[in-house]
């Protein structure tokens, strides 16, 4: 996993989402293997934070429990478009997107979240044993 280079090698596992110019950061779910991205958030009453599907330019919410906000980014992390979807949706595939946040819908919005911004993403260092 890494940060905003387009050589960074993502994994599955945990890390932080800040916004440009906003120093809240946001705990994200990173979804980087064929496995973790087709369930996503399928079976799921909810999620605090978000969820990076990468890669990825396109999604559905057929079979979610809930509405939620998906932001297509590209490969620096710049958001290309924000869009709520309800359950039972297919999203049209992004041509430059990279990667897919997932959030509750609304949640998008509070965070400042809007075509133009730059993401930053940071892992989240495991545990100590």
């Known amino acids: 996993m ?7 090698k993502w994994r599955n596992g945990t890390a932080r989402l800040t916004v ?6 946001v705990a994200v779910e990173v979804a980087a293997s064929y496995g973790t991205r087709r369930r996503g958030l399928l079976g799921r009453d909810g999620i605090d934070g978000a969820m990076l599907l990468t890669p990825c330019n396109s999604v559905h919410t057929f079979r979610m429990r809930f509405a939620i906000d998906v ?9 290309l478009a924000v ?21 509750e819908a609304g949640a998008m919005e509070r965070w400042g979240l809007r075509p133009g911004v730059r993401l930053a993403i940071s892992a989240v260092s495991p545990p100590e044993r």
């Open 2 to 8: 890494g940060t905003t280079r387009t050589t960074a």
């Open 71 to 79: 932001a297509y980014l590209d490969r620096e992390l710049n958001v």
């Open 20 to 25: 440009a110019g906003d120093h809240a950061a």
């Open 83 to 103: 869009t709520t979807m309800p359950p039972g949706r297919l999203g049209l595939p992004r041509p430059r997107a990279r990667h897919v946040l997932e959030a």
